[in-house]
T-cell receptor, first 113, second 115 residues
């Protein structure tokens, strides 16, 4: 069965610094998609970034980028120039197209002024 | 375009009471989902509907029933609420049944407390 693991329940970063959130997953599929979602205090889930497994190039969206290591089954999120508005829960998610999306347990990010 | 809407936003029930959580999307999405979110456990899938007319159990279906009323609406029913069902419930949808490229679009959530 596929699993997604986020081993850091909580992380802190100084404003303007860089932080990396970890995510590992387990699957026997060769083609799948990975996502990072942000959940601010408002509870609304917002897509941050997505990665297609067959693409070697790491996805980037403005200050957000991923380090995708397919062989190691690792999918970490790097936030550069952290801002106070980045404070939120971050969830890593996986799907292989079987209608089901599997989520990790989340990492709470605190941004210190 | 409201996206995914959920009602109510908050609800308090007594043990044994029943209620239905409503979810609707106006994006013409095929697939819809119900999750519960508990501290330290992430989002767990309760039920999903791959397309209109079909529903399937997820990871934690016990104590819940669902109805895919039409393409837009997917409701979640608690027949006899229990304190273990205290949680935040999210409805989500995706555009295509078999295309995993698309992320899930989430509603704002319902915070349910069962006393």
């Amino acid at each position: 069965a596929q699993t997604v693991t986020q081993s850091q329940p909580e992380m802190s970063v100084q404003e303007a610094e860089t932080v990396t959130l970890s995510c590992t997953y387990d699957t026997s599929e060769s083609d799948y998609y990975l996502f990072w979602y942000k959940q601010p205090p408002s509870r609304q889930m917002i897509l941050v970034i997505r990665q297609e497994a067959y693409k070697q190039q790491n996805a980037t969206e403005n200050r957000f980028s991923v380090n995708f290591q397919k062989a190691a089954k690792s999918f970490s999120l790097k936030i550069s120039d952290s801002q106070l508005g980045d404070a939120a829960m971050y969830f890593c998610a996986y799907t292989s197209g079987t209608y089901k999306y599997i989520f990790g347990t989340g990492t709470r990010l605190k941004v210190l002024a | 375009n409201a996206g995914v809407t959920q009602t109510p936003k908050f609800q308090v029930l007594k043990t044994g009471q029943s209620m239905t959580l409503q979810c609707a999307q106006d994006m013409n999405h095929n697939s819809m989902y119900w999750y519960r979110q508990d501290p330290g456990m992430g989002l767990r899938l309760i039920y999903y509907s791959a397309s209109e007319g079909t529903t399937d159990k997820g990871e934690v279906p016990n104590g819940y029933n669902v109805s895919r009323l039409n393409k837009r609406e997917f409701s979640l029913r608690l027949e006899s609420a229990a304190p273990s069902q205290t949680s935040v419930y999210f409805c989500a949808s995706t555009p295509y049944s078999a295309n995993p490229y698309y992320e899930q679009y989430f509603g704002p959530g319902t915070r349910l407390t069962v006393t």
